[in-house]
């Protein structure tokens, strides 16, 4: 199936800790993105790469660290992680300028 | 200041129209887009409008006055499988390597038998 995937689906983990979310597109595209849903279902981008370099980076604390190893590939490292953490993250892909294509989301859930 | 307004909810009846209307005011305009969010689900593309006018597509159907800073989604024979939310997406104009959607609050769709 050419798509866009994420992993895990689900994480639930203690304040404090570090964790990550893998992001994998085989759609060919050329630039990927991070976005956060709150609870009140916002939509809020936080990370953009195109060909592996970063082009968007919102005001998003540094404790997240994307990492873009190759063109289909967008992971997110949280650091020390909060409760205000807690929300669905959504990794998407795109051909620049085009409609994004979203993963089915992974929702953190920060005790 | 990026601002993009959207009801927060609505309801209808199942066969019936109904328009979700979204206005923007943003830095920049480089394209509306829509998508399809059903409860616990990705977004899914719907629409994309760049220029003045209407783009039909089967029974969802997207307008847009760049002047007024207004777009709406018609959606056309509501089945009960329209129920979800809808998002509106303005991209702003930036530098040309660059893709950045400013999204609405969403509106929360409810179709009704």
């Known amino acids: 199936d050419t798509a866009v995937s994420q992993t895990p689906k689900y994480l639930v983990t203690q304040m404090g800790n570090d964790k990550s979310i893998k992001c994998e597109q085989n759609?060919?595209?050329?630039?990927m993105y991070w976005y956060k849903q709150d609870s009140k279902k916002f939509l809020k981008i936080m990370f953009s790469y195109n060909n592996k370099e970063l082009i968007i980076n919102e005001t998003v604390p540094n404790r997240f660290s994307p990492k873009s190893p190759d063109k289909a590939h967008l992971n997110l490292h949280i650091n020390s992680l909060e409760l205000g953490d807690s929300a669905v993250y959504f990794c998407a892909s795109s051909h620049i300028r085009n409609e994004q294509f979203f993963g089915p989301g992974t929702r953190l859930t920060v005790l | 200041g990026q601002n993009i307004d959207q009801p927060t909810e609505m309801t209808a009846t199942e066969g019936a129209i109904v328009q979700i209307n979204c206005t923007y005011q943003t830095s920049g305009f480089n394209g509306l887009f829509w998508y399809q969010q059903h409860a616990g689900e990705a977004p899914t593309f719907l629409s994309y409008?760049?220029?003045?006018g209407l783009e039909e597509k089967g029974r969802f159907s997207s307008f847009l006055s760049r002047s007024k800073g207004y777009s709406y989604l018609l959606l056309k024979e509501l089945q009960m499988k329209d129920s979800a939310s809808y998002l509106c997406?303005?991209?702003?104009?930036?530098?040309?390597?660059?893709?950045?959607?400013?999204f609405g609050t969403g509106t929360r769709l409810q179709v009704f038998p």
């Open positions: 759609l060919g595209h050329d630039t």
């Open positions: 409008n760049v220029l003045d």
């Open positions: 997406a303005v991209r702003d104009r930036v530098p040309y390597n660059t893709d950045k959607l400013i």
